[in-house]
């Protein structure tokens, strides 16, 4: 019998308002503790993921990080990661140079930094990203670029220069008022799939008998990325996780997305099953087997309870 996954959104899909219902925290629990396995699926990073997890004592079994350009384990340590190539974030920054509505972050595994700001950001979001000056970018490995805009025309330039200058290196994806840049072989479908075939397969280190953890690690992904809403050409970046699952071959494992946005529109497109919520764009809706009210509800289904 197969293994049963499901791969969750955290904004907009788990968390409201900076927090997570306890409903949907009480199912994924049950979710869990049944043998299945629950995989956070986001834009956010190390830190950012730990913002919100780690204060509700959320447990999991596997987070993809960055749309997709991070791996990390339950214990959000890092297991697979690809950057951006040089250049992008200064070219990015050039680009929205002098632009009103505009706010440019940077992501690593370090440290979130806030680097350009016409929006006026709140407090509460500078305890997430720390304000920063170009300068402190000299040297510094990041993984993603998250841009917020008010303008819509702003936002659309943005995402057509990007992917005339940087097809096949750097991806922008659309999330509600945000764009976020990862690396092109980088989505959140590609690093589900990618952790799925880990899942089913031996670590590499176990194969051939060595100890640790196996061929996670870190390095750039080559390959053609993805249109900045669309669904083409994906491919699993940079070689296997090296879980250490176990030798010899394990049951297939079964696959549930449930997200609310377009960069989800990959993540429901590797999946078995895809589910939208109610308030998601149209475009994404029809990605999907349907849509569920929430993560408990779909949580509920799955193990025959009834919905409320």
Known sequence: MPRRLISTDLDGTIVFNGTISLRDREAMARWRAAGNLLVINTGRSVSALEHVVVPMGLEFDNAIL???AAIVDEDIRVRYSTALPAGVVEDILDFVEGA???TVFTTGLDEDLLVYDTIGSGSELLTLFR?????ELDGREVIGVPMRFTDPEMAARTETYLHRRWEGQAV??????????????ASKGAGLR????????????????????GAFGTGVAGGAGEAATGVAGEAAAGGSLGLGVGSGPLEPVETWSIGDSWNDISMHAAADHSYALPWSPPEVVAQCDGTVSSLADLIDSLMGRPTL
């Open 194 to 213: 990618q952790l799925v075939a880990s899942l089913a397969e031996p670590s590499i280190g176990e194969a051939i008998g060595v100890s640790g953890e």
């Open 131 to 135: 304000p920063a000056t170009r300068r």
């Open 66 to 68: 960055y749309t997709g």
């Open 100 to 102: 009103p509505g505009v």
């Open 172 to 185: 922008g994806f659309r999330n509600q008022d945000f764009i976020d840049v990862v690396p092109a072989s």
